[in-house]
């Protein structure tokens, strides 16, 4: 089992800035490639980034392109995701997860190809 925490979430203008981490406990966090997504009121869970296993590969949604950056340390089993320039639109639940891949490309981007998930963290753009 691992386990995910999220944290790093709360209110801030369009325009602002957060980081939100993911610490991880319970297995080899390294062979975990992981992906950060988000869920708004009524919608469904989309994919927002992906990382792999060494964080030598990274993968977006064309959304959040340019201004959100996932990186991980795996010394501290944590994977971060910056989020810079945030719009109305980034409101949402944020939720880190975990699947079992060694893979040199991340290959995970819908929310069926991860395994484990933290309980999410809210992010709300308001002015």
């Known amino acids: 089992q691992l386990e995910l925490v999220e944290s790093g979430g709360g209110l801030v203008e369009p325009g602002g800035s957060l980081r939100l981490s993911c610490a991880a406990s319970?297995?080899?966090?390294?062979?975990?490639?992981m992906g950060w997504f988000r869920q708004a009121p009524g919608k469904e869970r989309e994919f927002v980034a992906a990382?792999?296993?060494?964080?030598?590969?990274?993968r977006y949604a064309d959304s959040v392109k340019g201004r959100f950056t996932i990186s991980r340390d795996n010394a501290k089993s944590t994977v971060y995701l910056q989020m810079n320039n945030l719009k109305f639109d980034d409101t949402a639940d944020y939720y880190c997860?975990?699947?079992?891949?060694?893979?040199?490309?991340?290959?995970?981007?819908?929310?069926?190809?991860?395994?484990?998930w933290g309980q999410g963290t809210q992010v709300t753009v308001s002015s």
């Open positions: 319970g297995r080899t966090f390294s062979r975990y490639a």
């Open positions: 990382i792999t296993w060494g964080g030598a590969s990274t």
């Open positions: 997860a975990a699947r079992w891949d060694l893979g040199l490309t991340p290959s995970g981007l819908t929310a069926r190809d991860y395994t484990y």
